[in-house]
């Protein structure tokens, strides 16, 4: 064996059966699915698994294994990619599958479908990804029935310098109708007015996750009796720390 068929059939070690297992993209993660497979075939094992990419969903799939999508499960119980990107792959994967686990069932979300495909699609661009997840988190803000108003100022109707938002009402405030009440706004990064990424700071990411990490708690986990997910917790850690570059 080479080195990624060892760690490949060194991650099965660690699965347990009835678990639910995450699959990364690449090589070592295709070895590993082969792998599962074959496990799973001898042991007569009951394990589930989802993907971090349409890639690895067809190699699941090729090889007889029962795929689930993001929208059925809580959590992830083990996850298995390349040593760099497991950690930030399982948080991603952990945040969407905990806001999804609250999304009203047999509610239409092929508009969530799709940018969650996308999403894990570009999980090792990164440049890319954490735009395609604060999309996705406004878009699941908006979809649960509590979207923000984004498109023009709540004091004197402008659509220029939106720079602020209202945490009461949701809604944009321009940097003359905020004027002196600065302190009690949530700031309002220009990209999440795109819908193509063009230029953004690493601040005006962390800005953006702030922003829909309030709402979410305000609007959507507060009617659940929820929490904020740890592993959206530690995702924010992931893209604050100083080894996260654009």
């Not at 979207?147 to 402008?158: E, I, K, M, Q």
């Not at 309030?214 to 929490?227: D, W």
Request: aromatic residues 8%.
């Amino acid at each position: 064996m080479n080195d990624k068929e060892l760690v490949a059939h060194e991650a099965l070690k660690y699965l347990k059966n009835n678990s639910i297992v995450g699959l990364g993209t690449g090589s070592t993660a295709n070895l590993f699915i082969e792998a599962l497979a074959q496990k799973i075939q001898k042991e007569s094992l009951t394990i589930k698994v989802v993907a971090s990419s349409t890639v690895s969903q067809i190699k699941a799939l090729e090889c007889g294994l029962d795929y689930i999508s993001l929208d059925q499960i809580e959590t992830i119980d083990t996850y298995v990619d390349g040593a760099d990107e497991v950690t930030k792959n399982l948080e991603v994967l952990n945040s969407i599958c905990s806001l999804m686990d609250i999304f009203p069932e047999r509610e239409e979300c092929i508009d969530l479908y799709n940018i969650i495909e996308k999403l894990l699609d570009n999980l090792n661009n990164t440049r890319l990804w954490p735009f395609l997840y604060i999309k996705f988190e406004l878009l699941f803000i908006e979809r649960m029935g509590y979207g923000l108003d984004l498109s023009s100022c709540a004091v004197n109707g402008s659509t220029d310098n939106l720079n602020w938002v209202s945490p009461k009402t949701g809604r944009a405030v321009s940097a003359l109708g905020a004027k002196g009440w600065e302190d009690r706004l949530l700031k309002l990064p220009e990209f999440l007015g795109q819908n193509e990424i063009k230029s953004v700071s690493k601040a005006d990411l962390l800005d953006s996750l702030k922003l829909t990490e309030f709402f979410l708690i305000k609007r959507v986990y507060s009617q659940y009796a929820k929490n904020l997910s740890s592993s959206r917790k530690r995702m924010f850690d992931y893209l604050s720390d100083d080894s996260f570059i654009i």
